[in-house]
């Protein structure tokens, strides 16, 4: 069984930077389509981003942003480490939350707008960030 462990959250002030990590064992994540949602109390959980997997012959992969952290944030993947990355920048209070990764083994293009596609989830980190 395959396992999503989620690193790198924590409490920075606003304007701040965080990566978090999406890391994986017994599953090859540039196999698949991979993406953050984050959850705030009271609020339902929204997607963040996610990243198609690579193609087979040209390698290319496409990413999706929510229009709320375009140009701020951007997710990558490195093959070798097997992880997901999910680069945080220009942190605003309307950031905080906790954080999830999340994996579809069936999509070749990845979306963020259905989460119940997505069928297995890390456990989760919490970003805050203070104003």
């Known amino acids: 069984q395959w396992q999503l462990v989620e690193s790198g959250g924590g409490m920075v002030q606003s304007g701040g930077s965080l990566n978090l990590s999406c890391a994986a064992s017994?599953?090859?994540?540039?196999?698949?389509?991979i993406a953050w949602f984050r959850q705030s109390p009271g609020k339902d959980r929204e997607g963040v981003s996610c990243?198609?997997?690579?193609?087979?012959?040209?390698?290319?992969?496409?990413?999706v942003y929510a229009d709320s952290v375009k140009d701020r944030f951007t997710i990558s993947k490195d093959k070798v480490k097997n992880t997901v990355y999910l680069q945080m920048y220009g942190l605003k209070s309307e950031d905080t939350a906790k954080y999830y990764c999340?994996?579809?083994?069936?999509?070749?293009?990845?979306?963020?707008?259905?989460?119940?596609?997505?069928?297995?989830w890390g456990q989760g980190i919490q970003v805050s960030v203070s104003s």
């Open positions: 017994g599953i090859t994540l540039d196999f698949y389509s």
């Open positions: 999340a994996l579809d083994r069936d999509s070749y293009d990845c979306q963020i707008s259905n989460e119940r596609e997505y069928d297995s």
């Open positions: 990243i198609s997997p690579s193609d087979t012959y040209t390698e290319k992969f496409t990413t």
